[in-house]
């Protein structure tokens, strides 16, 4: 992500720029820090709201070239992309786009499609004790 930025930075991407400073202030942790789970990373599914009164959003942070849907993605070298990197559920910072200065606020971070309902369903195939599906049920027969 930091070669991305620098490259952009160097054609002169003030929103790349703006990323990059937030890399070089970042702590860097690895891939499987427990505390990971409440920060905001690449690929993370993340819940904000933003201080111009849209409505609470959820969306995935990409890399520009895995960016696809403008509906459920947003592009790390977007500036609202950048502002997410690293932050923490419950934190906000500033970040600039469309001629003001806006602030996110963090609400959830989730590293899974929160719209994943068969990874849910088959990720976990008991509740309270009794199995989702009966594995020796034939199936229906024709009458």
Same mark, same amino acid.
């Given at each position: 992500?930091?070669?991305?930025?620098?490259?952009?930075? $160097?054609?002169?991407?003030?929103?790349?720029?703006?990323?990059?400073?937030?890399?070089?202030?970042?702590?860097? *942790?690895?891939?499987?820090?427990?505390?990971?789970?409440?920060?905001?990373?690449?690929?993370?599914? *993340?819940?904000?709201?933003?201080?111009?009164?849209?409505?609470?959003?959820?969306?995935?942070?990409?890399?520009?070239?895995?960016?696809?849907?403008?509906?459920?993605?947003?592009? *790390?070298?977007?500036?609202?992309?950048?502002?997410?990197?690293?932050? #923490?559920?419950?934190?906000?910072?500033?970040?600039?786009?469309?001629?003001?200065?806006?602030?996110?606020?963090?609400?959830?971070?989730?590293?899974?499609?929160?719209? $994943?309902?068969?990874?849910?369903?088959?990720?976990?195939?008991?509740? #309270?004790? #009794? #199995?989702?599906?009966? =594995?020796? =049920?034939?199936?229906?027969?024709?009458?």
């Amino acid at each position: 992500m930091e070669r991305l930025a620098q490259v952009g930075a $160097d054609q002169g991407d003030v929103d790349a720029r703006f990323l990059l400073s937030e890399i070089n202030r970042a702590e860097v *942790v690895p891939d499987r820090a427990a505390r990971l789970d409440s920060i905001v990373t690449m690929g993370s599914w *993340v819940t904000f709201w933003i201080t111009w009164g849209f409505p609470r959003e959820t969306r995935q942070l990409v890399y520009p070239e895995d960016y696809t849907s403008e509906r459920t993605q947003i592009p *790390v070298m977007s500036p609202l992309g950048a502002a997410l990197v690293g932050l #923490k559920v419950g934190s906000e910072i500033p970040f600039f786009t469309a001629g003001r200065t806006n602030v996110v606020k963090i609400e959830r971070v989730d590293r899974g499609d929160p719209n $994943d309902v068969v990874r849910v369903l088959f990720s976990n195939p008991m509740v #309270k004790g #009794k #199995k989702l599906f009966d =594995d020796d =049920d034939p199936g229906p027969s024709a009458a």
